[in-house]
């Protein structure tokens, strides 16, 4: 049965391959518009079991408390060449810099609280930032000794600012969040020789969801480069070498599209979705094309090869489609949502790279060695002719 069908498509793709063609671009271009929205997640609790009693407890205390998540705000001394710059994290400026911080920030969206040392020294100096350093320490030495600490550092070049924010787990909020506050950072008094950072939850899931995006762009394109690469190097032809490098492209785009429709996020694990079904689905064509040549090669015509090699190559690529979706599909069992994630989009990667490969490589070959082929070899006749004349 299986043949029988084999059968059918390599023969449908012999007579209608243009169509066979359009048919499969419409589908990928609906599908690659639909994967422009894959959800990205960055949230370490997403990752792990959500019906754990610790994860529901942190979303409940989140909606009860206002928010868990603290962007934490590093006012650091830094070197200058500056004739005024700041050389202890005392200085009034510094915690005038603080305070302009705390107040601004407080009303930026998702910003639930912000807590500074200023804090400290306005309630003990009449609600006002003292303005000489020799207030400040005698401010600051008035202090109990274990939350001296709390406000700076042992040497006297770092404090810090807490925000705290109810932005949670959702990407695009975090990513407002830190905008918006870098922003103001950039907008405050800066005094020379002092330089604010942002670091904490928030900041780090921001910086996790870039690097996620950088690494995925990389690795692909660098994917992409080595396989075609390889490619041309065995086949000697740059379109026969593009011709099993389609299909996995589009198997990456399909199983975008899917991830987004099935809710399956871009996370630690799915990030390098491309790059498996580059490695894994290229073998598929890479078999095909290879039993397609040497059917030709014994003198048999397009259709009667393209038959053969998909009939034979696609018995033996259904069959390991099979034991390797069923080797992904365990993963599915897994208690942390990472290995699930990675387990569903795996799958499903590798039966659309069978799919692509059975369903639009045969179509391609007719095209190039019908139409394609024979069009470059009369153009190259011609230019050879004019160039005699």
């Not at 359009?22 to 639909?34: K, P």
């Not at 799919?355 to 230019?383: G, Q």
Request: hydrophobic letters at 45%; charged letters at 20%; aromatic letters at 6%.
């Amino acid at each position: 049965m299986i043949e029988e069908i084999l059968k059918k498509i390599a023969g449908f793709s012999e007579k209608r391959p243009l169509l066979v063609v359009i048919t499969i671009l419409i589908m990928t271009i609906v599908m690659g518009s639909i994967a422009s929205n894959i959800r990205m997640e960055t949230a370490f609790e997403k990752m792990l079991p959500q019906d754990d009693e610790a994860i529901k407890t942190l979303y409940e205390v989140r909606d009860n408390f206002g928010g868990t998540d603290i962007v934490t705000t590093a006012i650091k001394i830094v070197p200058s060449e500056s004739s005024e710059k700041v050389t202890d994290i005392r200085d009034p400026r510094v915690l005038e810099l603080i305070d302009f911080l705390e107040r601004d920030i407080s009303s930026v969206e998702y910003v639930t609280s912000v807590s500074s040392p200023t804090d400290v020294f306005k309630e003990k100096n009449n609600g006002i930032i003292p303005n000489d350093i020799d207030t400040v320490n005698h401010i600051y030495n008035q202090i109990p000794e274990e939350s001296q600490g709390k406000i700076f550092n042992n040497d006297y070049t770092m404090a810090t600012l807490y925000i705290t924010s109810d932005s949670g787990s959702d990407s695009i909020k975090n990513t407002q969040l830190i905008t918006e506050i870098e922003n103001r950072v950039k907008e405050a008094p800066i005094p020379p020789g002092t330089k604010v950072i942002l670091t904490g939850t928030p900041s780090l899931r921001v910086l996790v969801s870039r690097l996620m995006n950088e690494s995925q762009y990389i690795t692909t394109v660098v994917g992409l480069l080595g396989v075609f690469l390889v490619l041309l190097f065995y086949f000697r032809n740059f379109l026969s070498s593009m011709m099993p490098l389609a299909p996995v492209i589009l198997a990456v785009i399909w199983t975008g599209g899917s991830m987004t429709l099935l809710d399956i996020p871009l996370d630690f694990a799915t990030t390098a979705i491309a790059s498996l079904l580059l490695g894994l689905g290229i073998d598929y064509g890479i078999h095909l094309m290879h039993r397609y040549h040497e059917e030709r090669k014994k003198g048999e015509s397009i259709e009667e090869a393209l038959e053969t090699a998909v009939i034979n190559t696609g018995t033996a690529v259904l069959a390991t489609t099979a034991t390797t979706t069923v080797g992904f599909g365990a993963l599915i069992l897994a208690p942390l949502p990472t290995m699930q994630n990675l387990g569903k989009s795996c799958s499903l990667g590798i039966i659309y790279c069978m799919l692509a490969v059975i369903i639009l490589l045969p179509s391609l070959i007719v095209l190039n060695d019908k139409y394609i082929e024979p069009f470059n070899k009369k153009l190259i006749s011609k230019i050879k002719f004019l160039k005699r004349e």
